[in-house]
């Protein structure tokens, strides 16, 4: 299957400072990108869709001048967690779609444990 | 609007003993299903997805789903269970395919322990 990255895996940062996560598809290219957050022993919960060269669209309850997401390119999509607070502490995966015979899948990256003291 | 519920938190088996996860779904439109697996600190891996083909789905590592529309089901299972099957089990559910507005929505999740 196709391959997704993240970067970096672990973080620590400061309250207050922001902290930018990237996603890779890695061998094939994405125009649609999805970032989740996952709480400890929770499931997943959408944040936003991402997608290359134009605006991203986030779920509801998700602030997104807190969660900034940019889709620069068809292999890149980037999270950043702007004046970061211990309660943005999370898991943070991934996802990128590919098409291939009309029909979608998604392939999850590995995920970016973020910590905020 | 879509939905999957997972039935139990926690799952504990034998190794070597039969493996039943729970899922129910519920959609408004055909649904398509889709079960991950989630090892530590690792992110999602697909073990296998319902397109409306068959309805029993055979996935990676002995893993098999059998869609029951009269049921709205969509129960995991292996035959036997082995110590590396330890992880937590995600159902997911998702209206398309084949549109760009097609979202996956998560089920609560289901940790499975193999007991020696």
């Known amino acids: 299957g196709a391959v997704v990255s993240q970067h970096p895996s672990r973080v620590i940062c400061k309250s207050g400072t922001s902290v930018k996560i990237e996603c890779r598809s890695l061998d094939f290219q994405a125009t649609t990108m999805f970032w989740y957050r996952q709480f400890p022993k929770k499931s997943l919960m959408l944040m936003a869709t991402?997608?290359?060269?134009?605006?991203?669209?986030?779920e509801q309850g998700v602030e997104k001048d807190k969660f900034l997401i940019n889709h620069a390119s068809l292999t890149l999509s980037t999270l950043t967690v702007t004046s970061a607070h211990p309660e943005d502490s999370s898991f943070y995966i991934c996802?990128?779609?590919?098409?291939?015979?009309?029909?979608?899948?998604?392939?999850f990256g590995p995920g970016t444990r973020l910590l905020v003291l | 609007a879509q939905s999957v519920t997972q039935l139990g938190s926690h799952v504990s088996v034998s190794e070597g003993a039969l493996v039943l996860l729970r899922c129910n779904y519920s959609s408004s439109v055909p649904p398509y299903l889709f079960w991950y697996v989630q090892y530590p600190n690792q992110g999602l891996q697909l073990l296998l997805k319902?397109?409306?083909?068959?309805?029993l789905v055979k996935g990676i590592n002995g893993f098999e789903a059998e869609f029951k529309k009269s049921e709205t089901s969509f129960h995991l299972t292996k035959p036997s269970a082995h110590m590396s099957d330890a992880a937590e089990y995600f159902c997911a559910v998702s209206p398309s395919l084949y549109s760009s507005a097609s979202k996956i929505i998560f089920g609560s999740g289901t940790r499975l322990s193999i007991r020696p």
């Open positions: 991402s997608n290359e060269g134009s605006k991203a669209t986030y």
């Open positions: 996802s990128a779609r590919e098409w291939e015979g009309g029909e979608e899948t998604q392939y």
């Open positions: 319902y397109t409306s083909a068959a309805t």
